[in-house]
């Protein structure tokens, strides 16, 4: 049987394992075919696929972007990209500059609010990683601003709070250009988080499949039950392939653990059966 988990994150980005933890406990969990997906790099490909070739899992080379498309902010996943693509790394090489930049207003705020040093606190927890939201949610635990992440989010950080900064990062058609020059498929990330109506919903698959994007993910651990059938049916009408990922961050960070997720519902076509060697499950 093919478990197939297409959107996890390491220490490259947001995620608390490294490349080589991801890929020891995916492969525990009877994960069988494992993409990583770190938020705007590369970093930690090279690391997850020697782990995969050790442990017989089937890694797929993916990554999940940050755009921007009518003043919201969608994550695309590329799955299956090349990860020396000169067009790709310059495109996220801009897009970590654009975090860094947030990180450094969203301290600011922080400050203003009364929290001190967090920029500091936050980019030595980073190391070597790209910066994201969560990094400062785990900061606010960290220094007792909050209990939980959660709540990290839901005081400061998500949008609509005080901590949080808009930021523009990439353009749709831009970032799927990347995707497609890196060899990749580029996928709707956890569509249902971005609470579109259905008219907007489907002018950004127009506008995703004018680009040259080709799948939707259905299963996502931030998706329930009934996201997952509206979802499916999309991809069924709108010819889009269906994929499905945990967006794993760790074991303290997950909505899923790894290897706990649902098949795709009948009817959809799976990502994966557009690979060669597909054992077609
Ligand atoms: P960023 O891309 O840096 O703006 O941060 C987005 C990331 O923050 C997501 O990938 C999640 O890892 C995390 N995140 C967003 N909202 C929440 C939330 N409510 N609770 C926990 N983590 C969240
Ligand atoms: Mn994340
Ligand atoms: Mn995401
Ligand atoms: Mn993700």
Same mark, same amino acid.
């Given at each position: %049987?093919?478990?197939?988990?297409?959107?996890? &994150?390491?220490?490259?980005?947001?995620?608390?394992?490294?490349?080589?933890?991801? !890929?020891?406990?995916?492969?525990?969990?009877?994960?069988?075919?494992?993409?990583?997906?770190?938020? #705007?790099?590369? /970093?930690?490909? #090279?690391?997850? =696929?020697?782990?995969?070739? @050790?442990?017989?899992?089937?890694?797929?080379?993916?990554?999940?972007?940050? !755009?921007?498309?009518?003043? *919201?902010?969608?994550?695309?996943?590329?799955?299956?990209?090349?990860?020396?693509?000169?067009?790709?790394?310059?495109?996220?090489?801009?897009?970590?500059?654009? @975090?860094?930049?947030?990180?450094?207003?969203?301290?600011?705020?922080? *400050?203003?609010?009364?929290?001190?040093?967090?920029?500091?606190?936050? $980019? =030595?927890?980073? *190391?070597?990683? !790209?910066?994201?939201?969560?990094?400062?949610?785990?900061? $606010?635990?960290?220094?007792?601003? !909050?209990? #939980?992440?959660?709540?990290?989010?839901?005081?400061? $950080?998500?949008?609509?709070?005080?901590?949080?900064?808009? /930021?523009?990062?990439?353009?749709?058609?831009?970032?799927?250009?990347?995707?497609?020059?890196?060899?990749? *498929?580029?996928?709707?990330?956890?569509?249902?988080?971005?609470?579109?109506?259905?008219?907007?919903?489907?002018?950004?698959? =127009? #506008?995703?499949?004018?680009?040259?994007?080709v799948g939707?993910?259905?299963? /996502?651990?931030?998706?329930? &039950?009934?996201?997952?059938?509206?979802?499916?049916?999309?991809a069924r009408?709108?010819q889009l392939l269906a994929s %499905?990922?945990?967006?794993? &961050?760790?074991?303290?960070?997950?909505?899923?653990?790894?290897?706990?997720?649902?098949?795709l519902?009948?009817g959809c076509v799976p990502i994966w059966h557009t690979?060669?060697?597909?054992?077609?499950?």
């Amino acid at each position: %049987m093919n478990k197939c988990d297409l959107h996890t &994150h390491s220490t490259a980005s947001d995620g608390s394992l490294t490349p080589t933890q991801l !890929v020891e406990r995916a492969a525990s969990a009877g994960v069988t075919t494992l993409a990583l997906t770190d938020h #705007d790099t590369v /970093a930690g490909l #090279d690391e997850a =696929a020697r782990a995969a070739v @050790r442990l017989g899992i089937r890694f797929v080379p993916g990554v999940e972007l940050s !755009v921007t498309w009518h003043e *919201q902010t969608i994550h695309l996943l590329g799955l299956g990209i090349d990860p020396a693509c000169p067009q790709l790394c310059d495109g996220l090489a801009g897009l970590r500059a654009a @975090r860094h930049r947030r990180a450094e207003q969203i301290a600011q705020r922080l *400050q203003r609010l009364g929290v001190e040093g967090t920029l500091e606190g936050v $980019l =030595a927890s980073v *190391q070597q990683g !790209v910066v994201g939201r969560l990094h400062f949610a785990r900061h $606010l635990v960290a220094c007792g601003q !909050v209990t #939980d992440v959660r709540a990290g989010f839901d005081r400061f $950080l998500a949008r609509g709070r005080p901590g949080y900064v808009a /930021a523009r990062w990439a353009e749709l058609d831009t970032a799927v250009g990347w995707i497609r020059a890196a060899g990749g *498929q580029a996928v709707i990330a956890h569509p249902a988080r971005y609470r579109l109506t259905h008219s907007v919903l489907l002018r950004l698959f =127009a #506008d995703f499949k004018a680009a040259g994007g080709v799948g939707l993910e259905v299963i /996502a651990s931030s998706h329930c &039950h009934d996201d997952r059938l509206v979802y499916a049916q999309h991809a069924r009408t709108q010819q889009l392939l269906a994929s %499905m990922g945990s967006d794993y &961050h760790g074991p303290d960070h997950s909505l899923c653990g790894l290897g706990q997720l649902p098949a795709l519902p009948d009817g959809c076509v799976p990502i994966w059966h557009t690979w060669p060697n597909s054992n077609g499950e």
